[in-house]
Nanobody, 114 residues
Framework: QVQLVESGGGLVQPGGSLRLSCAAS????????MGWYRQAPGKQREVVAF???????NYSDSVKCRFTISRDNAKNTVYLQMNNLKPEDTAVYYC????????WGQGTQVTVSS
């Protein structure tokens, strides 16, 4: 049974930081592309960042230079370090694992507000 469990969301002031984690089980983690996506109210889900099985990283233009994605294959976990958060980063953040099939976590809420 595949499980992706996100954690680390919460309420933070503009300019603050959060670190999201996604712990995976039931998949060949090291072979998967791992990604973070987000969905704001009334908007479509969008990609934030992803890291391939060989460690290559890609970011959306809106988060480049502020967010960092990383993976720890020994812990089957992918992280998203988010710095200099802005109100427009407010969304539910989802973890995705992709190889032969796609798997998604349940999401964690990030709210950036003063």
């Amino acid at each position: 049974q595949v499980q992706l469990v996100e954690s680390g969301g919460g309420l933070v002031q503009p300019g603050g930081s959060l670190r999201l984690s996604c712990a995976a089980s039931g998949i060949f983690f090291s072979k998967c592309l791992m990604g973070w996506y987000r969905q704001a109210p009334g908007k479509q889900r969008e990609v934030v960042a992803f890291v391939t099985s060989d460690g290559s990283r890609n970011y959306s233009d809106s988060v480049k230079c502020r967010f960092t994605i990383s993976r720890d294959n020994a812990k089957n976990t992918v992280y998203l370090q988010m710095n200099n958060l802005k109100p427009e980063d407010t969304a539910v953040y989802y973890c995705r694992a992709a190889r032969v099939a796609d798997y998604w976590g349940q999401g964690t809420q990030v709210t950036v507000s003063s």
